[in-house]
């Protein structure tokens, strides 16, 4: 070492300066929340796309909420690496001949992340807030295959009668209305998580903010910036942390994929929400190992408000709008990315289901454009008189390039010039919810399960799920009958047949199926792919990095 490497020689203000801006560098990072701080060793570095709008499991219906809630909680059931069932907090479960009574029994050692026992009763406690009325659940779909839930959720009977019971700390039986063969897949999701009791009676509806919200899962809240950052950490009291190898996880907000690609490519994000699409070839060639690209059981969508003008009433022009839009060119021209375009509400592949088909499905573009014309004519509209409608989509660049590229369709199509009007997520979520100002706009669904069940229950007319507004007494019987249905075949030929309906109606615009896109760097190890495109970051470690597994 010569003398000017020395630190000991230094003079004293060189070496006080130094501290300095190693301090302040350090400050900044810590109130930018953006780049990841490289003195934190074992921090998975996530982005998320937009802020979760609540982190109560109740009160959400986004998928950025359920991404983290899935690293907060657990269910009675859970899923593998690979979306496998497998056993949550119940250790072991057992289901009556006549399909209709499930008792779980769980496991001992299951704790919050205060340190209390999880029991039966704060299962109880979800399901019953979960169905409650008061509560406005936006997924409340999930407890309806319980016993007495509908009527509860009609106001009919008191939240106590739900059929749940805790027949002692560790054991709960649920009663359900019907046999459901997706019943154990329901109690993965988060609406379906425990509720942690005295929590929400010590904040009410804050108990879900930081330092107050306790959670069962692998990870616990410490942090929360909107439009930077969600903070998670280690569990320690978590029932399985022994095989948890990372111990902080933190979710960078990042809307713009393009924004979250640059923090990639810079080693400051260990996984991205999504792939940016107007270089996605020159992602697939920079990084071949880290480019994850796998079919997803989600579809992107437009919806339509049907329960006011112009869609009130017109499933004529509903479907000429639909027809003029060429989904081939949105996948193949837009998203670029391998998404296959949409003729079906339900996704395909489900075994022993064959989704229906919106009927121009076969038709050229060509001869889809032309009927859309006469379609179009017939509700009334034409050069003298164009239709005037908004069209809502969230913050995004992908989202803005579909809205403009339909924009442009439905122009030359049709003569009519849509009002494009971006608004953020929340924004966009409570309009869509309140269905007063929304005409057509952006949407997305996520099957909770592999079952066409877990799609077409979003329209049933009761739904929190049904953004349209639709109703159709003739489609919530098809979906009863399924739902009493034991026989298998039945039971697809009844939904097949509420799918059929809806594809005929037409209240939203099927536009293309995704896959799932990730960039994932090779510092991670546990990732695989699976259709529900749950990646909890439990499975996952950093096998390079000090204390990462």
């Known amino acids: 070492m010569t003398e000017s490497q020395n630190p000991r020689r230094l003079p004293l203000f060189a070496l006080l300066a130094g501290v300095v801006v190693v301090v302040v560098v350090a400050v900044l990072l810590q109130r930018d929340g953006e780049a990841p701080d490289v003195a934190e060793q074992n921090t998975l570095h996530r982005g998320i796309g937009s802020d979760p709008d609540t982190l109560d499991a109740h009160k959400t219906n986004a998928l950025q909420s359920f991404t983290v809630l899935n690293d907060l909680g657990e269910g009675l059931m859970a899923d593998d690496r690979h979306g ?206 880290e480019l994850k690209v796998a079919t997803s059981f989600t579809i992107y969508y437009y919806g339509y408000n049907v329960i006011r003008p112009p869609f009130k009433d017109s499933p004529e022009l509903r479907q000429a709008l639909s027809m003029a839009i060429d989904r081939d060119v949105l996948v193949e021209k837009i998203t670029r990315r391998g998404e296959q375009p949409a003729y079906s509400w339900v996704p395909p592949g489900i075994e022993g289901y064959e989704s229906a088909q919106l009927s121009f499905a076969g038709l050229s573009q060509q001869e889809r454009t032309e009927q859309a014309r006469r379609l179009y004519q017939a509700a009334g509209y034409g050069e003298d008189n164009p239709l005037e409608v908004e069209l809502r989509y969230n913050t995004s660049d992908t989202h803005q390039r579909i809205a403009l590229a339909i924009q442009a369709m439905w122009r030359e199509a049709l003569g009519f010039e849509a009002t494009l009007i971006n608004e953020e997520f929340r924004v966009l979520l409570a309009n869509m919810q309140a269905r007063e100002v929304t005409q057509v706009f952006r949407s997305s669904w996520k099957g909770a399960y592999v079952d066409a069940h877990s799609f077409l229950t979003a329209f049933e007319s009761d739904s929190p799920s049904n953004l349209a507004g639709w109703v159709s007494e003739e489609y919530d019987d098809l979906m009863q009958r399924a739902a009493t249905q034991t026989d298998p075949g039945m039971r697809s030929r009844y939904l097949e047949e509420a799918e059929r309906l809806l594809l005929i109606e037409q209240p939203l615009i099927p536009l293309y199926f995704y896959v799932s896109k990730h960039l994932v760097s090779t510092e991670v190890a546990g990732w695989a792919d699976n259709a529900l495109d749950r990646h909890h970051s439990r499975y996952l470690s950093l096998p390079g990095v000090a204390g990462g597994g």
């Open 84 to 289: 496998a069932l497998i056993p949550g907090v119940a250790e072991s479960h057992v289901v009556s001949e006549d399909g209709l009574r499930y008792t779980f029994k769980l496991r001992e050692d299951a704790r919050w992340s205060n340190g209390d026992p999880v029991t039966a009763g704060d299962f109880a406690y979800a399901y019953r807030r979960l169905a409650d009325p008061a509560t406005a659940a936006l997924y409340v779909d999930s407890v309806t295959a319980i016993a007495n839930a509908k009527a509860i959720i009609a106001g009919e009977l008191e939240p106590d009668s739900l059929g749940v019971t805790a027949i002692d700390p560790l054991t709960l039986e649920i009663s359900l209305e019907q046999p459901t063969p997706y019943f154990l897949a329901l109690l993965v999701h988060p609406s379906m998580h425990p509720i942690h009791e005295s929590s929400v009676k010590a904040h009410g509806d804050a108990f879900a903010r930081p330092g107050n919200l306790v959670t069962n899962g692998a990870y616990r809240l410490t942090g929360l910036r909107p439009g930077a950052i969600v903070e998670l950490e280690r569990n320690d009291y978590y029932w399985d942390n022994a095989n948890t190898a990372i111990d902080r996880v933190h979710y960078h907000v990042l809307p713009e994929p393009m924004s979250e690609y640059n923090r990639f490519r810079s080693g400051e994000l260990h996984i991205t929400d999504s792939v940016p699409t107007d270089i996605f070839e020159q992602v697939r060639e920079d990084f071949p190992d």
